[in-house]
């Protein structure tokens, strides 16, 4: 049994699909395909439910990939304690942002911390706060700045701010003078909304289906400065949090009739090792919190 027979039998069981997982690891489907099939003889059972269209785990495959998923990460972490001894100066963060917060907690927080780290490598990745969560689920990333959810057992979080989430409105629409605004205003109006994998679009499509709201939603967009833009313009409203888009000329930002606060911090993965270029960051970020008069790092 070989390590990569468990890494190709882990990524297959994840994605569903062999030639998914084959793109993923960057290998022909054909390595994938035959190095699970020596795996399963050599266990002697059938990982897989082949029967069906979509790649399923057969009762003794998902008991596997349980232990598999164990023994992996014990291994990437034991990878990482030896580098630390190995290369006490170096080491590398891999970050998830969402696209709302990249450009406004960069300046803040990241570039403050290579200046003080300058020997440490940090890598950002964007996307929404569900997706870098199961990111930091799947041992992929090493932090994730995101919209706190309300329970987050796999998760170690360190808040950092607390957002309201308001309406944007272009200054000449028929909403810009009111002080609040309800879930039935929004359905008369065109909706712009971030992609699938936003915390924030989960959260208010889930709100205005509990009001029995239906959404006109005209466009689509991880990019907040075009979708600002786009509210400007008239195009249409949309959700953001007061403090990406305060003070932005041509919005108003209206908070909602029954407000809705969420709290951004950062996530790291409960009980996985912490290498020492991690641990920087997460003192990094205590030590800009204490210094703060409201303990927010924005």
Request: aromatic share 6%; hydrophobic share 45%; proline share 5%.
């Amino acid at each position: 049994m070989e390590l990569r027979q468990l890494e190709y039998f882990q990524m297959a069981s994840r994605l569903k699909n062999i030639t998914r997982a084959a793109e993923r690891l960057r290998v022909s489907q054909p390595n994938i395909t035959v190095a699970i099939k020596k795996l399963e003889g050599e266990l002697g059972i059938q990982l897989f439910d082949r029967s069906q269209k979509q790649l399923s785990l057969t009762p003794e495959g998902a008991v596997f990939l349980g232990r598999v998923e164990i023994a992996l990460r014990s291994i990437q972490d034991a990878v990482l304690e030896v580098n630390d001894y190995k290369q006490l100066q170096k080491g590398t963060i891999k970050i998830g942002i969402p696209p709302m917060m990249g450009a406004y907690l960069f300046p803040k927080i990241f570039s403050s911390f290579q200046r003080r780290y300058s020997h440490l490598d940090v890598y950002l990745h964007e996307e929404g706060s569900v997706a870098i969560r199961e990111q930091l689920e799947r041992d992929e990333l090493d932090f994730g700045i995101i919209i706190i959810p309300e329970s987050s057992p796999n998760l170690q979080l360190l808040p950092m701010a607390r957002s309201q989430i308001v309406c944007c409105v272009p200054e000449d629409s028929d909403l810009a003078a009111r002080k609040a605004i309800t879930l039935q205003d929004v359905e008369a109006h065109s909706l712009i909304m971030l992609k699938e994998g936003s915390f924030l679009r989960q959260m208010m499509l889930q709100k205005m289906k509990t009001a029995s709201v239906t959404p006109n939603i005209v466009l689509e967009s991880n990019q907040v400065v075009t979708i600002m833009g786009l509210v400007a313009s008239g195009v249409g409203i949309a959700f953001l949090l007061d403090m990406i888009v305060r003070d932005t000329p041509g919005i108003r930002a209206i908070p909602l009739a029954t407000p809705v606060y969420v709290d951004v911090g950062l996530a790291w993965k409960r009980d996985r090792y912490i290498s020492r270029a991690a641990q920087s960051f997460i003192e990094f970020s205590k030590d800009i919190l204490s210094h703060q008069p409201d303990h927010t790092i924005l």
